[in-house]
Nanobody, 121 residues
Framework: QVQLVESGGGLVQPGGSLRLSCAAS????????MGWYRQAPGKQRELVAT???????NYADSAKGRFTISRDNAKNTVFLQMNSLKPEDTAVYYC???????????????WGQGTQVTVSS
């Protein structure tokens, strides 16, 4: 009943930029936070960036100064602008929404399907 659809991944050269998008649709009562994780081959999923309803943002050290998270609340969409990309940024990127889908539900995390980002020359 809730769908998260990601877009914007692809192949980019080192130093290049990509912008990821993730739109949530379906039954949504209240969104608490949105964010991005990534998982590289053979590694655990790790936090990239988060944005809360209170306006605070949090970035992994590897993302600070290069990545920017933003959101369009009216469209239930979160973005990740990635600049100065490095080969070590290569991973599958997953968006998540922490939200309540109706007044009887508890706060839960919902995940996108993942989008591949490959940084290579």
């Amino acid at each position: 009943q809730v769908q998260l659809v990601e877009s914007g991944g692809g192949l980019v050269q080192p130093g290049g930029s990509l912008r990821l998008s993730c739109a949530a649709s379906g039954r949504i009562f209240k969104i608490n936070a949105m964010g991005w994780y990534r998982q590289a081959p053979g590694k655990q999923r790790e936090l990239v960036a988060t944005s809360t309803n209170g306006g605070s943002t949090n970035y992994a050290d590897s993302a600070k100064g290069r990545f920017t998270i933003s959101r369009d609340n009216a469209k239930n969409t979160v973005f990740l602008q990635m600049n100065s990309l490095k080969p070590e940024d290569t991973a599958v990127y997953y968006c998540y929404f922490r939200m309540v889908v109706d007044r009887y539900s508890t706060l839960s995390d919902y995940w996108g399907q993942g989008t591949q980002v490959t940084v290579s020359s």
